[in-house]
């Protein structure tokens, strides 16, 4: 028996879906059959993306947008409903951050940091649930969260409480849409490589340009991570598909892990000699 995810026939929305995690979230649900809207701020990358998934021979809708204005995020849904029909798929990627200590924040840092965040993905999923209702098939909304939304993450005090906001209303989600088939979901990415971060915060994404870690910071990354590796887009792509797929018909309210393995670690890393430790210097052996 050979395992397949298949969405053909299904039309989904991935806001944020222009670059990094987005993108290859997109693509991937392309890949495995379905029709995307994507909704971005840089047009470039809306349209970029858009022409992949026509290449792979479905539909895509490149919408340019900022998901802190709630008429943009609803006027997305609305035209891929009125293009399609229907809206089987959510993914409310779209996301920012920029570090500063909570106490050096100002009120207008903060509030841009929720609404980019946290009502963005409430907007986009309060305006999907009829079009999906109305469909009678269910369907299937996955947030993309962060491991910081379980753990500290000083310097990153309010996105990190959006993601815990976003993996609670999941929970919620989950119960208050089960009985009309629709499947509520996160995944939480840690160390992926993206344009983001990388420098490559504007235009089309290009990966010459990107910015390399030293070999230091390359050296100590490796050894928080137990896999030994950043993650790649593409593996949160084939995560949310998964999600999004019949293979996870019996899978609602959870937060699933994309980190390599670092939340398992909670705080143990590789040390220089190679032994697992939770501070250099400390004798385990």
């Known amino acids: 028996m050979t395992l397949l995810i298949d969405l053909s026939g299904r039309t989904a929305v991935v806001t944020g879906g222009g670059g990094g995690i987005g993108r290859a979230i997109a693509i991937r649900l392309a890949e495995a059959g379905a029709h995307v809207a994507i909704g971005d701020i840089v047009t470039e990358r809306c349209e970029e993306t858009a022409a992949r998934i026509r290449e792979s021979g479905r539909e895509a809708l490149?919408?340019?947008?900022?998901?802190?204005?709630?008429d943009q995020v609803r006027a997305l849904v609305a035209a891929v409903d009125a293009q399609f029909g229907r809206v089987d798929i959510l993914v409310n990627n779209a996301g920012g951050v920029s570090r500063r200590m909570f106490a050096d924040q100002s009120q207008r840092s903060?509030?841009?940091?929720?609404?980019?965040?946290?009502?963005?993905?409430?907007?986009?999923?309060?305006?999907?649930?009829?079009?999906?209702?109305?469909?009678?098939?269910?369907?299937?909304?996955?947030?993309?969260?962060?491991?910081?939304?379980?753990?500290?993450?000083?310097?990153?005090?309010?996105?990190?409480?959006?993601?815990?906001?976003?993996?609670s209303f999941t929970k919620s989600m989950a119960l208050e849409l089960s009985a009309d088939g629709i499947r509520v979901n996160c995944i939480a990415p840690d160390h992926t490589v993206t344009p983001g971060n990388r420098g490559n915060?504007?235009?089309?994404?290009?990966?010459t340009s990107w910015a390399q870690p030293s070999p230091q910071i390359e050296d100590a990354m490796c050894r928080a991570i137990p896999l030994g590796r950043e993650g790649v887009d593409m593996e949160c792509g084939d995560a949310v598909a998964f999600l999004c797929s019949d293979l996870a018909s019996y899978i609602t309210g959870v937060t699933l892990p994309v980190d390599g393995g670092t939340m398992a670690?909670?705080?143990?890393?590789?040390?220089?000699?190679?032994?697992?430790?939770?501070?250099?210097?400390?004798?385990?052996?």
Request: neutral net charge; aromatic residues 8%; hydrophobic residues 40%.
């Open 265 to 285: 670690a909670s705080g143990w890393h590789r040390g220089t000699r190679g032994n697992w430790t939770l501070a250099e210097g400390l004798n385990f052996d």
């Open 201 to 207: 915060r504007s235009g089309p994404v290009d990966p």
């Open 62 to 70: 490149a919408f340019p947008l900022d998901v802190m204005d709630d």
């Open 110 to 167: 903060w509030q841009r940091h929720i609404d980019i965040n946290f009502t963005s993905m409430l907007t986009a999923t309060h305006a999907v649930i009829p079009i999906m209702r109305r469909g009678g098939q269910g369907g299937a909304i996955v947030g993309v969260s962060s491991m910081g939304g379980s753990r500290a993450a000083p310097g990153f005090a309010v996105y990190a409480a959006c993601k815990a906001a976003m993996e």
